[in-house]
C-alpha cells in the first residue's frame, strides 16, 4: 500500500522519535500533521516544518500546539487536523515524560503530571482516533522497552506507560470491524537530550575528581552529592547497557503481526525497520556509555580511596566490571595518605 496523499497525525511530531517519523513518513509520500506540547516549543517546530518543506515540496505540513492532558485539547487537535488535511488515515502518538527518581522522592504533584501526560492523553488520543481515522487506517502508540526491564529510578515512568499498552490492546479488538489497526511499538534507549543529559552529569563528576586536592576537606564530604548523581545516573544507564532483555529491537507480538502477513501494510513495515535500525544503533552508542562508566569508576577508586566501597556499590549495581584488586600495601598506604577520615570510611 502506498503512502502518498495520506495524512498522518504525530502527536509530539515536533522533536525526538516523533521529528524522526515525520522525515520517514515523508520520505514515503505522506502528509505529516505535527503537534507540539508549549509554546516554547514554536519555535522549533516552525524551523522544523520549514526544513520539512524545502526538502520535501511536494508534501503538506501543518504544526498545531496543544496540551493533551485534557480531552477538550485532544478533540480539538484532531479538529484542525481534519479542517486542514481533510481526513486522518494515521495517527502516531509519541507523547511522553521521562521522570527518573527513587519512589520515596516522587512527589504527588510529579506523580499526576507523568500519569496525565503518559497515561490520560494516550487514552484520549486513542478515543478520539477511533472517531476520526478513516476505515483502513492506523493508531500506532509508543510505550517502552523498560516495561520489561523493570529498571531502578523509573517507578513513575514505567507505571503510567504500562497502561497505554493494556489501552492499545483494547482498543485492537474494538476497532476490528471497521479495519483500523492498532498497534503499539517499545523502542528501546534512542539518542536524546535526557540519554546526552546522563553522559554530561558523568563527565562533570570525572572532571571533579581528577581536580580534586587531597590536601583539602575529607573527600566523603567533598563528594557525598556527586555520589549520589553518580548512583542515580548510573543505575538509569545500566537500564540501557543491560542485554538484549532491555533492549528489544521490535516488540515480539507486533513482530509476529507484521511478519505473518496480517498486517502487511507498507507504513507498518516500515515503522518497524526504523525501531530496528535506529536501536542497533544505539546498542553500539551504549558499549561505550558503558565503558566510560567503568573507567570513571576506576579512575575515583584510584584518586579517592575512602570512597573505593562506595565505588565498588555502584559498579555492582549497575553491572559494571569489578574494580581491580588492591594489594595490602596499598591499601595500607592509601589508608595512612588520607588520614583518620579515610580509615573510618572503611
Request: aromatic residues 6%.
Given at each position: 500500500m502506498s503512502l502518498k496523499g495520506k495524512t498522518a497525525l504525530i502527536t509530539g511530531g515536533a522533536k525526538s522519535l516523533g521529528a524522526d517519523i515525520a522525515k520517514e513518513l515523508a520520505a514515503l509520500g505522506?502528509?505529516?500533521?505535527?503537534?507540539?506540547?508549549?509554546?516554547?516549543?514554536?519555535?522549533?517546530a516552525t524551523k522544523f516544518e520549514a526544513v520539512l518543506k524545502e526538502k520535501y515540496p511536494g508534501i503538506k505540513f501543518r504544526s498545531n500546539q496543544a496540551d493533551l492532558t485534557t480531552e477538550a485539547a485532544v478533540n480539538k487537535l484532531f479538529d484542525s487536523v481534519k479542517k486542514d488535511f481533510g481526513?486522518?488515515?494515521?495517527?502516531?502518538?509519541?507523547?511522553?515524560?521521562?521522570?527518573?527518581?527513587?519512589?520515596?522522592?516522587?512527589?504527588?504533584a510529579e506523580y499526576d503530571e507523568m500519569f496525565a501526560v503518559n497515561s490520560k492523553s494516550a487514552f484520549f488520543i486513542l478515543k478520539a482516533g477511533a472517531k476520526n481515522v478513516e476505515d483502513?487506517?492506523?493508531?500506532?502508540?509508543?510505550?517502552?522497552?523498560?516495561?520489561?526491564?523493570?529498571?531502578?529510578?523509573?517507578?513513575?515512568?514505567?507505571?503510567?506507560?504500562?497502561p497505554v499498552e493494556h489501552f492499545t490492546r483494547g482498543v485492537a479488538k474494538e476497532l476490528q470491524p471497521p479495519g483500523i489497526s492498532v498497534n503499539a511499538v517499545a523502542p528501546g534507549p534512542m539518542d536524546t537530550q535526557q540519554l546526552k543529559d546522563i553522559i554530561q552529569d558523568l563527565y562533570q563528576i570525572m572532571v571533579q575528581v581528577s581536580t580534586y586536592d587531597t590536601t583539602g576537606r575529607p573527600s566523603r564530604d567533598v563528594l557525598s552529592n556527586e555520589m549520589k548523581t553518580l548512583s542515580a545516573s548510573l543505575q538509569a544507564l545500566h537500564a540501557t547497557t543491560s542485554g538484549n532483555?532491555?533492549?528489544?529491537?521490535?516488540?515480539?507480538?507486533?513482530?509476529?503481526?507484521?511478519?505473518?502477513?496480517?498486517?502487511p501494510d507498507i507504513y507498518t513495515r516500515e515503522f518497524v525497520e526504523l525501531v530496528r535500525r535506529g536501536n542497533q544503533l544505539m546498542r553500539g552508542k551504549m558499549?561505550?556509555?558503558?565503558?566510560?562508566?567503568?573507567v570513571l569508576a576506576r579512575e575515583m577508586a584510584t584518586a579517592l580511596p575512602?570512597?573505593?566501597?562506595?565505588?565498588?556499590?555502584?559498579?555492582?549495581?549497575?553491572?559494571?566490571?569489578?574494580?581491580?584488586?588492591?594489594?595490602?600495601?596499598?591499601?595500607?598506604?592509601?589508608?595512612?595518605?588520607?588520614?583518620?577520615?579515610?580509615?573510618?570510611?572503611?
Amino acid at each position: 500500500m502506498s503512502l502518498k496523499g495520506k495524512t498522518a497525525l504525530i502527536t509530539g511530531g515536533a522533536k525526538s522519535l516523533g521529528a524522526d517519523i515525520a522525515k520517514e513518513l515523508a520520505a514515503l509520500g505522506a502528509n505529516p500533521a505535527l503537534h507540539y506540547n508549549s509554546a516554547k516549543s514554536k519555535e522549533d517546530a516552525t524551523k522544523f516544518e520549514a526544513v520539512l518543506k524545502e526538502k520535501y515540496p511536494g508534501i503538506k505540513f501543518r504544526s498545531n500546539q496543544a496540551d493533551l492532558t485534557t480531552e477538550a485539547a485532544v478533540n480539538k487537535l484532531f479538529d484542525s487536523v481534519k479542517k486542514d488535511f481533510g481526513k486522518i488515515d494515521i495517527v502516531i502518538n509519541t507523547v511522553g515524560k521521562v521522570l527518573k527518581k527513587p519512589i520515596q522522592d516522587v512527589t504527588e504533584a510529579e506523580y499526576d503530571e507523568m500519569f496525565a501526560v503518559n497515561s490520560k492523553s494516550a487514552f484520549f488520543i486513542l478515543k478520539a482516533g477511533a472517531k476520526n481515522v478513516e476505515d483502513g487506517g492506523k493508531l500506532i502508540t509508543i510505550v517502552s522497552a523498560l516495561l520489561a526491564a523493570f529498571t531502578g529510578f523509573s517507578t513513575s515512568y514505567a507505571g503510567s506507560k504500562a497502561p497505554v499498552e493494556h489501552f492499545t490492546r483494547g482498543v485492537a479488538k474494538e476497532l476490528q470491524p471497521p479495519g483500523i489497526s492498532v498497534n503499539a511499538v517499545a523502542p528501546g534507549p534512542m539518542d536524546t537530550q535526557q540519554l546526552k543529559d546522563i553522559i554530561q552529569d558523568l563527565y562533570q563528576i570525572m572532571v571533579q575528581v581528577s581536580t580534586y586536592d587531597t590536601t583539602g576537606r575529607p573527600s566523603r564530604d567533598v563528594l557525598s552529592n556527586e555520589m549520589k548523581t553518580l548512583s542515580a545516573s548510573l543505575q538509569a544507564l545500566h537500564a540501557t547497557t543491560s542485554g538484549n532483555a532491555s533492549l528489544p529491537s521490535v516488540p515480539p507480538e507486533l513482530l509476529e503481526y507484521v511478519e505473518n502477513g496480517r498486517n502487511p501494510d507498507i507504513y507498518t513495515r516500515e515503522f518497524v525497520e526504523l525501531v530496528r535500525r535506529g536501536n542497533q544503533l544505539m546498542r553500539g552508542k551504549m558499549h561505550a556509555f558503558g565503558e566510560f562508566r567503568d573507567v570513571l569508576a576506576r579512575e575515583m577508586a584510584t584518586a579517592l580511596p575512602e570512597v573505593r566501597a562506595d565505588v565498588e556499590r555502584v559498579v555492582r549495581e549497575t553491572g559494571g566490571r569489578p574494580l581491580p584488586e588492591v594489594n595490602g600495601a596499598a591499601a595500607a598506604g592509601a589508608s595512612s595518605s588520607t588520614g583518620a577520615a579515610g580509615n573510618g570510611a572503611r
